[in-house]
């Protein structure tokens, strides 16, 4: 992990800001991500997503508390019950770095793990409800350790069909896909692997290795990402990270339009603008590489697609 001093000494204009910043949302960079990035480069796409801006501080009329409505769809702590078919269960609180611009970056006072009590209560929710797939998310769900992570999956095989996870440690942190821990998911299908990526200068050599791992083990992944003023508001880049996620072996699913967390205006892409630059994707990438752009409204409706 790359510690806050570190950068401090890559941006001085950013020292003022970094303690309010880090008191709201921690800063936080993993090794591997911050060698893919330029940290003395204000536009550098990658930087962008992590190093804190004063920006942050900034209080907007339009920011929502809860920008999709989780609260009001949570019937026990850490789950999130939206859709009838579908059960969201957070493991963790926490991410291997963290993204600026994260809908849930101003998460509700509490832990930053569920007690043993919480857990329980939260499982056995599942188990009544036996969902017919159950979405293991956060936080990052692969910043828990394994024995965790493994009795989860199997817990919940016991009562739902399909198990999905969204983490961006194979992205964030790629020396978590090890051969070991590939096969143990491998075990454990039928198992779909959503990753996040918003920029093609996010895929190194190093997540190439991972993304190739999942894949080849028959592990079917997926990529949502984030429309994010500065960092890929452009058709070229849109389309070069879409075709070069599908050269990996991996579909192009969601592009969420940005929500309104409070921290992250200066992140925001308006609809219109939204719409114009999926209208002219369109024109350059085939069916394949083409994701759903969708919207995920505060009031707990749930991700609905944005005509264009
Ligand atoms: S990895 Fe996901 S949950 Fe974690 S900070 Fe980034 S967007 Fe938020």
Known sequence: MVSRGEMVDARPDLADSLDAAHALFPVKVTRSFWNRMNPADPADPLARQVLHSPEELVV????????????????????????????????????????????????????????????EAALAYIESARPREVILSGGDPLAVRDDRLFATLDRLAAVSRVLRIHSRAPITFPERITDAFVAELRARQPLYLVVHTNHANELSAEVDQGLARLVDAGIPVLNQAVLLRGVNDDADVLASLFEALLERRVKPYYLHHTDHAAGNAHFRVSLDEGRVLMRQVRERVGGLALPVYVLDPPDGSGKRPIAY
């Open 60 to 119: 907007h009329p339009e920011d929502e508390a809860d920008p999709v409505g989780d609260a009001a769809k949570s019937p026990v702590p850490w789950v999130v019950h939206k859709y009838a078919d579908r059960v969201l269960l957070m493991m963790t609180k926490r991410c291997h770095l963290y993204c600026r611009y994260c809908f849930r970056r101003n998460h509700e006072p509490g832990g930053l793990d569920p007690t043993a009590e919480e857990w």
